[in-house]
Every structure is written in structure tokens, then in C-alpha cells.
């Protein structure tokens, strides 16, 4: 990825970004960070870059010409990756200026009113790592909470059935603000309905919602038109699982969390 975006540093400080906008490029930090990659002047181009995009109110779209509910649909994910991004790879010549974009987004997260569940979820993910007070923090939680079904799960919205995606994405949002712990009843709950919804090759299934404006091609994972988003549930269920275990031990099978 750093030889990629070698080539695009320059067009970075021009405020050229690529397809996706600052929030995909967020995602790519996001990626970066999780493989303990340092700050760099490749880093620091992409952060003045993507904080050069937040709207005049505080928050960031997700600049997708056509939506691909829910991966690119909600501002709230927008927003709340680009400020775990700006903590993260932070400029210290700039260090208040990106303190002041990071407040800016915190308002905005405190103010604007979430719809889908994903909305909900990232505004506590975002205001976490914004370092919101804590009352916000819990209140966004709770909020959160209060979707949480009969069955465990959450679902994308209140018309429609819980699954992996909307489940996985709260849990990890509740688990990563602190808001649960492991050994929560509603997050075990949450582990137990994507456990029994897991399918036996180790992914997790959900139905596309998005408008098929593009021609199709096969990447190999299962289920067909509808494998973009069942890999990001896959993702996103397994990380929330794994959020669930102590540190050396086996992943519980659904026997045993019965």
C-alpha cells in the first residue's frame, strides 16, 4: 500500500483524493494502523487531505456518487473513521488545528440524529474516540442498546430482519467505547444470535441492498450478488467475536454459550 500511495502524496497535499472521497481513504489509514504502520509524510498528506473535506457543520460525507447501503450510505461512519484517523495519525505542527476539526466532528455526532442502526452505532464509535464526555458516550450507548433485539441482534433498521452486519458493527462499537464488557448480557446475546446465524464454511450471509449499476464479477466468496456485503458482515461479526474472547482462549461454540 505505502508504494501505491507514493505516487499519490502529491496529489494528496493538492486535495486530490481518490475514488471514495475521505472516507475510503480513511478506511485505508484505518487498514494501515491495524498493521502498527507509523506516521509518515505519506500519512501526514492523506490526514491534511481528508481533513480539508469536513463540511462547514463538522461532520464528512461518504462521497459516493451511488450508495451501497449500508457500507457507504451513512455520514455518521464517515465521520466517525476520519476522527479515530486524525488521533491516530496525528501532525504535531498541526496539532491544534485537527484538534479543533476533531471538536467540530464531536458536535456535530452529539447533535445530528441518527436513522439507521449503523448511524447509531458509529455515532458512538465516533464520539468515543473523539473523547466526548462520558455522559455522551453512555447516552449514545444506551441509545444503541435500545435496538438491540428479541433475538440477540440488531437489525439495519426497524422495517427490516437483525443480521450480521448491523450486529457485528454494534457490538464492536459497544465493546471498543467500553460501553460492554465480554461478559454483558447483551453482548453475549449479540454472540449468540451471530453464532447461530453463522453459516458452516466460517461466513455470514446478508441480501444486498444496493442498486446493480455496475457489472457484476465473481471475487470467490460465497453467495453469489450478494458477496460484497456478506464479506463486510463476515468481517465485522468475526472481529465482534473475537472482541468477545479472553486472551488465549478458543472461540466459544454455540453449544456452549447455550
Request: no cysteine; proline share 7%.
Amino acid at each position: 500500500m505505502k508504494s501505491e500511495w507514493v505516487s499519490h502524496q502529491e496529489a494528496f497535499l493538492q486535495g486530490i483524493l481518490p475514488g471514495g472521497g475521505a472516507a475510503r481513504l480513511a478506511e485505508n489509514l484505518l487498514g494501515l494502523q491495524a498493521a502498527n504502520y507509523p506516521s509518515d509524510s505519506i500519512t501526514d498528506a492523506a490526514v491534511v487531505a481528508i481533513a480539508a473535506e469536513q463540511r462547514p457543520d463538522g461532520h464528512w460525507n461518504s462521497n459516493e456518487i451511488q450508495y451501497r447501503p449500508p457500507l457507504t450510505q451513512s455520514p455518521f461512519s464517515a465521520t466517525a473513521k476520519i476522527i479515530r484517523v486524525l488521533q491516530r495519525y496525528r501532525i504535531p505542527a498541526r496539532k491544534q488545528e485537527l484538534a479543533q476539526t476533531i471538536e467540530r466532528a464531536r458536535i456535530w455526532l452529539t447533535k445530528a440524529k441518527p436513522v439507521t442502526t449503523e448511524d447509531y452505532s458509529m455515532r458512538l464509535y465516533g464520539l468515543y474516540y473523539a473523547e466526548a464526555p462520558q455522559k455522551d458516550v453512555k447516552e449514545a450507548a444506551n441509545a444503541l442498546l435500545a435496538l438491540q433485539r428479541a433475538d440477540g441482534g440488531w437489525g439495519p433498521n426497524p422495517y427490516m430482519k437483525s443480521d450480521a452486519y448491523a450486529t457485528g458493527v454494534a457490538l464492536t462499537s459497544l465493546a471498543e467505547s467500553r460501553a460492554l464488557t465480554a461478559h454483558d448480557g447483551a453482548f453475549q446475546g449479540g454472540v449468540n444470535y451471530l453464532l447461530s446465524t453463522q453459516f458452516p464454511d466460517g461466513s455470514w450471509y446478508v441480501r444486498s441492498r444496493s442498486i446493480k449499476f455496475q457489472p457484476y464479477f465473481e471475487s470467490g466468496f460465497p453467495f453469489g450478488h450478494d458477496q460484497w456485503i456478506s464479506t463486510a458482515a463476515t468481517a465485522w461479526a468475526a472481529q465482534a467475536i473475537a472482541l468477545s474472547l479472553e486472551p488465549g482462549s478458543n472461540p466459544p461454540s454455540l453449544a456452549e454459550k447455550r
